[in-house]
C-alpha cells in the first residue's frame, strides 16, 4: 500500500528565516507529486507540482521553491520567510493523467511570527 | 481561466436530514470532476469523481451526477450523519493535461447536530 509522509507536522518560525518542509511517497514508482497551500479557513492554492525526478513546475508564485531530489520525495523551501506563509502546507500524490485522484499527506501547519 | 463554485459558508443539518451541497464550474476543456472531503487537522480525503455528461459518482452515501448541460456536479446525501460533520471541496480537472492540476472550490463547512 501506498504512504504519503509529510514532516514536520507543526512549525512555528519567525519572519525572514528559512524553511525546509518535506514529503515522502513509498509505494509508488514515478508518482506525478503536488505541493498545496491552505489559508486558515480558506481553500486548496496548488503551488508546485512535479512528474519527474529534477523537474518542478511552479504554479503561483509566493516566493517560495520547490524541489524533488528523489522519485519518492518532494521538498518545499524558502530562504526567507514572511507573515503571509502562514497556513496549512500539504503534499498530494496522484497517478498520471488529469483523471487521477489525488491522495494527500496529513500537511503541516506553519505560523510565522 | 477554469473556476469552481459551490455553496457558499456553512451547511447546517440535524441528523437524517437530507444534504445538497452545490458545485457548479466554468471550464474550456474537457472537465472532470470530484468531491474531497477535510476533516479538522487533516489532508483532504478523495470521495468520488466523473469524467462524462450523466456519470454518476458515489462513495460512503454520497453521490453526485455530472450534468453537462448545466455545468453542477451537486454533491446529495439522503440522512447525514454527526460523523459527517467536515469541509467539502468540489475540485475541477482538465482531462486534456497530463498532469493533474485540480482546482478546488472554497469549500462548504457541513456542520451536522444531533
Known amino acids: 500500500a501506498q504512504t504519503i509522509h509529510q514532516w514536520p507536522v507543526a512549525e512555528i518560525k519567525a519572519v525572514g528565516s528559512p524553511l525546509s518542509l518535506g514529503c515522502t511517497i513509498k509505494?509508488?514508482?514515478?508518482?506525478?507529486l503536488y505541493w498545496y497551500w491552505q489559508a486558515t479557513g480558506g481553500t486548496l492554492q496548488q503551488l508546485f507540482y512535479?512528474?519527474?525526478?529534477?523537474?518542478v513546475e511552479s504554479v503561483v508564485q509566493l516566493n517560495l521553491s520547490a524541489s524533488r531530489p528523489k522519485d519518492d520525495q518532494f521538498i518545499l523551501s524558502t530562504e526567507k520567510l514572511l507573515l503571509s506563509h502562514s497556513g496549512f502546507y500539504l503534499c498530494?500524490?496522484?497517478?498520471?493523467?488529469?483523471?487521477?485522484?489525488?491522495?494527500f499527506g496529513s500537511g503541516t501547519r506553519l505560523l510565522v511570527i | 481561466g477554469d473556476s469552481v463554485t459551490q455553496t457558499e459558508g456553512q451547511v447546517a443539518l440535524s441528523e437524517e436530514d437530507f444534504l445538497t451541497i452545490h458545485c457548479n464550474y466554468s471550464?474550456?476543456?474537457?472537465?472532470?470532476l470530484f468531491w474531497y472531503v477535510q476533516y479538522p487537522g487533516e489532508g483532504p480525503q478523495f470521495l468520488f469523481r466523473?469524467?462524462?455528461?450523466?456519470e454518476k459518482g458515489s462513495s460512503r452515501g454520497f453521490e453526485a451526477t455530472y450534468d453537462k448541460g448545466t455545468t453542477s456536479f451537486h454533491l446529495r446525501k439522503a440522512s447525514v450523519q454527526e460523523s459527517d460533520s467536515a469541509v467539502y471541496y468540489c475540485?475541477?480537472?482538465?482531462?486534456?493535461?497530463?498532469?493533474?492540476?485540480?482546482?478546488f472550490g472554497r469549500g462548504t463547512r457541513l456542520q451536522v447536530y444531533a
Open positions: 498530494a500524490w496522484s497517478l498520471e493523467g488529469a483523471n487521477s485522484d489525488y491522495t
Open positions: 509505494g509508488k514508482s514515478s508518482p506525478n
Open positions: 512535479s512528474i519527474t525526478v529534477g523537474q
Open positions: 471550464a474550456s476543456g474537457y472537465p472532470a
Open positions: 466523473a469524467s462524462r455528461d450523466k
Open positions: 475540485a475541477l480537472g482538465d482531462l486534456t493535461q497530463v498532469v493533474g492540476q485540480l482546482t
